[in-house]
């Protein structure tokens, strides 16, 4: 509810809202920050991870029309950004707002897409904070779905926060336990997220986001081997220690026509500013213009194509390009890709995808190779089509 006229700040008003809602459920306290004059207008924010969809049901009940913001990193996990979809589309919440990083920025601080590598604090920054930030202006609250017992940062949480005297932050399920969130999901019989399943009880950017053992903490694998606890969304000055390279490119798979198999090319691999070899690889960004390389490739035997993000088409153009103009070598994609754009990665000219360990981990070999089918209309046909 807007507010109507300026009211106390919100250091005073969430130490009133917390104090009159110390006792109430978590529907209670969601119900009250959707209509309380104090709390203003409000937005959920929600990752559609893998327990959001406890609370967009709750506030489908309630009230559909909240917006609610869905931050697409253009890191996500593909089943993630399907997952938001169909839930969306179940639970009928008909003001979700996708929120992008912006495009100049972007370009600016990560063309590569690998800043999440060398600085993954800057890059939610860049992905995350900066542009939920944006999205967040106009709104005097918003809604999150974090718990207490979700780690050390989250302890001491309360049903309402002051976000630096700017917005009031409102966990309503500040109190539950897993189990209760997993009891709401089955009771209410809502659509779990499909990595869960998988191993993933917490859900976040692809290349930050790894499998969890059994015993351990469930945001384990969340930038796993970093010291690095939150994207900075909820605390732009907590702890943000920089953490060590994944192991994710360290341990690649490649998906060919005989299915996954590890890298038989040893000959390394070296930018275009290098001379050029059969012996050795040419790496060409996602940024080339392939018809600047024109008579540059004849010797080259394997060329991997850089793909920043999932949502980077650019990679299947260059590759295209690359067989009109007649290169006959070996075409790989790599970056962030997975085995499912195999099928468009043939189609577009490339031989094989270079994915990560821990994605073709989670990848049954039969689901892709059933899916793939890219055989009935292979590159070379498609061309003949094009030409
Ligand atoms: S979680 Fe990883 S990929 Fe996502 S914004 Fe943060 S550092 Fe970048």
Known sequence: MPLEAPLAPVIERVADL????????????LE?????????????????GAESVALLHMLSVMDRSTPVLFLDTEMLFEETLIYQREVADKLGLHNVRVI???????????????????DPDACCVLRK???????????????????????KNRTTLEFFEDED??????????HWTPQDVSDYITNNRLPRHPLVAGGYPSIGCA????????????RAGRWRGAEKEECGIHFVNGKMVRGNETEVSDANVVVSDDGFGGDDWTGGFAPLSEP??????????????????????????????????????????IARQLRLMGYKGRLRARGHVI????????????DEVEISADLAARQPQDQWRARANWQTHDYQSRLRGVI
């Open 100 to 118: 992008r990083p912006d495009r100049d920025q972007m370009f600016a601080r990560d063309n590569s897409g690998n800043l999440h590598r060398s």
């Open 207 to 218: 290349p930050c986001t790894s499998r969890v053992a059994p015993g351990e903490d469930a």
């Open 32 to 48: 009250h920050a959707l209509a309380d004059p104090m709390v203003g207008s409000i937005a959920m924010v929600s990752s559609f």
């Open 165 to 174: 005297g700017k917005r009031i932050k409102v966990n309503p399920l500040v």
């Open 339 to 350: 085995a499912d754009q195999y099928a468009m990665a043939r189609r577009s000219g490339f």
């Open 18 to 29: 917390n104090a009159r809602y110390k006792h109430h459920s978590a529907t209670a306290v």
């Open 129 to 151: 904070t900066e542009p939920l930030q944006k999205a967040l202006d106009g709104f005097d609250g918003w809604i999150t779905g974090r718990k207490r017992f979700q780690g």
């Open 276 to 317: 050029q070899t059969a012996d050795v690889g040419l790496d060409l960004p996602s940024d080339t213009m392939p018809e600047n390389l024109s008579g540059q490739l004849d010797d080259v035997t394997l060329i991997r194509v850089d793909f920043p993000s999932f949502a980077d088409g650019r990679g299947f153009t």
